[in-house]
């Protein structure tokens, strides 16, 4: 069982639909991010979380510690949220620094 | 350059030779680190520098395998004797004192 699993490992949604990716880790965090890879691209940093709800745009991640779950949601989704999503967690024995657990991600694509 | 840069992009080699990656982080950030994506997986980790010094090594596979960061600022990625299975995209990422992670856009490494 990975420490980081995450959930759909694919989704497909209709432009403007309400999107949730759902994470779970088994171990002790120090914090959570999200990421987004685009095929072929590189990826990059939606979010950081240690606790609480963030919102960037469209975006909104939100993390419950004592559960150990995260959610990513995409409000009005769009063809161009199709890409693949990953959540990443620091593990607090690490002691610093982003040494990421991956989760497996989740393919998203978004049609008209 | 405002982003993470990581050369080459695309690297095809033979079987038994030597490569190097090269990964030029975002200026100010004292935290590097070097990770694999195989096809369809997740990344997973290889290596973090904090400064000069490998703070975190124990995602290296073998001793084919070395990582150095000299002046504390690009760090080059080392594979010896290359197999096939190194075949793999090599992502860099960088981190401010935030923890706030930007990765390059990886290199390609396929060895035949």
């Known amino acids: 069982k990975n420490e980081v699993e995450q959930s759909p490992q694919n989704l497909t949604a209709q432009e403007g639909e309400f999107i949730t990716i759902n994470c779970s880790y088994s171990?002790?965090?120090?914090?959570l991010h999200w990421l987004q890879q685009h095929p072929g691209g590189g990826i990059v940093s939606l979010f950081m979380l240690s606790s609480g709800k963030k919102k960037h745009g469209r975006l909104i991640a939100t993390i419950n510690i004592q559960e150990k779950h995260s959610s990513l949601h995409i409000t009005a989704s769009h063809p161009r949220d199709s890409a693949v999503y990953i959540c990443a967690a620091v593990p607090t024995i690490t002691g610093g620094g982003n040494k990421l657990t991956f989760g497996t991600g989740t393919q998203l694509k978004v049609e008209l | 350059g405002a982003g993470v840069s990581q050369t080459p992009s695309n690297k095809v080699t033979e079987k038994g030779k030597y490569v190097e990656l090269r990964c030029d982080p975002i200026s100010g950030h004292t935290a590097l680190y070097w990770y694999r994506q195989s096809l369809g997986q997740g990344p997973e980790f290889l290596i973090y520098f904090q400064g000069t010094g490998a703070a975190d090594d124990s995602g290296l596979p073998n001793d084919r395998f070395f990582a150095v960061r000299p002046e504390g600022s690009v760090s080059t990625l080392k594979i010896q004797r290359t197999e096939r299975g190194d075949s793999a995209v090599y992502l860099c990422a960088s981190s401010s004192k935030f923890g706030e992670l930007f990765f390059g856009e990886g290199s390609r490494l396929t060895v035949l």
């Open positions: 171990v002790g965090i120090s914090a």
